[in-house]
């Protein structure tokens, strides 16, 4: 169980962990973006201004004559390249032949607004559009990295827009070069009175010590978040763990000792497992403890049901074990039954379907030379059909024994069980009264199977004797009576409606064709083999199909040394 918790544990950690690594890097990208956009936005505006302040205050016909006359020099050959100090040195000699003392006063001017504003440059230019360079006019820089009047410079690829249209000016641009590494740089125009334009100031401010407090600011705000993110997360996992993991392993826990308790026999009572908990978090937790609380209660009113139930059922089971022994003991299953007489042989055998069923059995000796025999079939399986079997079973034996015909039997015996038959339960019957002696059988039929005879050197077939109505399904009912004889070796077999009706596990009904051929395949058979063939016939066809009815089979042989008996059916 706790390497359950620790994996839970675990998971939650890392969860946490990685949303806020990402919450931490969201917050550092967007907090440096701002301030970074801020810084940018403020130097851009300084700039702006100063380059607007420089084109106000100096003197435009004085920028105006000099630019003039610096581009005629310029134009006469753009962007010159020198191959030596000398050549520069010349190149540079035409502009300063040009400067006078208007141009001093324009150096001065911008001088007093570059030291006033603190910048790193302050210059007026020519831009070209032709050639998309520029050609310092005036330099306010009396440093010796200073471009002096007259050189030149290209025009960045992102002001190509503002050198088209030179009347907006140069909007606030960052650039980082090796010589004077981070600048914000910003032109304003300088226009004649008819607005014409006729250079621009352009300032350039130096970064360097704002970039290094942007990336000073980066990393304390990298490490700010990296200790906030270390204890929100401690925080954040110890309160999962309080929240979440530690209820969960407790449920967890007591579910183990739940089963454990179970699986050692302990049954439900009023004190639960679950009781002991007693976790109040407000939410799903405390739901899903609830859930499990509940869970066993019912689990433990289940298994007292069930422990019931099974008491019942077992009840139930030892007493139809009871009265399984009891309906197999009210039938004759004492084999030789007569071992007395040698005129005859009979067996028979019932298989229920149930623990107790429907289908019975029955022959005595109604004198010393009269033997009755019964087959029947009650409609309906277990329980209520045994009930009636006996009923049915008791009333004819107690009829024969009174001397009653098969016929006047099956007549009495119908009205006595229509009598309160409110289950609307019958039962088929074949009564037959044998007379030892002459091999006369005397018999009725009430809705029954029709028997099979097999004569001596001949084989079975059946006799479709005359059939009556089922006994307890009207009352009043008159049944017909008819006699046979067997002569000596022959065979009689009845059998109830489960013999032909056996089903495969393709709906395939047994048959009476196929009993026929079980009765047929070996000759002169003893009546207990008989039946065992038919028996083992029909477990062979149905294989591993569920039984659905009761099997009953009932089977006479006269002996072959009675004398033979002369008759016809």
Partial sequence: MKKVRRSLSRKIAVMILLFA??????????????????????????????????????????????????????????APEWNSDEEYAAYLAEYDALKEEGYQQLFDTLYEVKEANSVLALYIVYMDQQTKTCVYIVNADISEEA?????????????????????????????????????????????????????????????????????????????????????????????????VVRPIDRLTFSAAQYVQEKSEGH??????????????TGDEIENLFLAFHQMEQDINQYIEDITLVTAEKERIGAELNVATQIQADMLPSIFPAFP???????????????????????????????????????????????????????????????????????????????????????????????????????????????PAIRRVGGSFELFKDPHGFVLAGMENVRYKEYEFELHAGDTLFVYTDGVPEATDAGQTLFGTERMLEALNEKDDTDPWKLVEGVKNE???????????????????????ADPAIVGEI
Avoid at 46 to 64: G, L
Wanted: hydrophobic share 50%; aromatic share 12%.
């Fill in 340 to 450: 007395e007489r040698k005129e005859f042989d009979i067996f028979a055998s019932m298989d229920p379907a149930k623990e107790v069923g429907g289908d019975f059995y029955d022959f005595f000796l109604v004198d010393e030379d009269h033997l009755a025999m019964v087959i029947a079939d009650v409609s309906g399986k277990g329980v209520p059909a045994a009930l009636f079997m006996v009923i049915t079973k008791t009333l004819i034996k107690n009829q024969v024994m009174m001397g009653g015909s098969p016929k006047a039997v099956l007549e009495a015996v119908n009205n006595q069980l229509c009598e309160n038959n409110e289950a609307e339960m019958f039962v088929t019957v074949w009564l037959a009264v044998y007379e030892i002696s002459t091999g006369k059988v005397t018999a009725a039929n009430a809705g029954h199977e029709y």
């Fill in 147 to 243: 471009c002096p009047a007259g050189t030149w410079d290209i025009v960045y690829e992102q002001n190509y827009e503002a050198l088209a249209h030179p009347e907006g000016g140069f909007p606030a641009y960052i650039t980082r070069t090796e010589e004077f590494g981070w600048l914000c740089s910003a032109g304003a125009p300088i226009l004649d009175e008819d607005g014409t334009v006729i250079a621009h100031a352009m300032v350039d401010v130096s970064m360097e010590k704002v970039m290094k407090i942007r990336y000073s600011y980066l990393v304390k705000l990298i490490i700010l978040l990296i200790v906030l993110t270390v204890i929100l997360t401690c925080l954040a996992i110890r309160w999962m763990n309080r929240a």
């Fill in 538 to 560: 029909i477990d062979r066809f149905v294989g591993e199909a569920m039984q659905f009815d009761d099997i009953t089979m009932l089977s006479l042989q006269v002996a072959a």
């Fill in 21 to 78: 690594f990402l919450l931490a890097v969201a917050a550092t990208f967007v907090s440096y973006h701002i301030f970074s956009n801020t810084v940018d936005d403020y130097y851009g505006r300084i700039a702006m201004n100063v380059a607007r302040t420089a084109a106000a205050v100096v003197d435009k016909h004085q920028v105006k004559y000099y630019t003039d006359a610096f581009r005629d020099i310029y134009l006469a050959d753009p």
């Fill in 267 to 280: 049954q439900g009572g009023e004190t639960f497992v679950f009781d002991k908990l007693q976790i109040r």
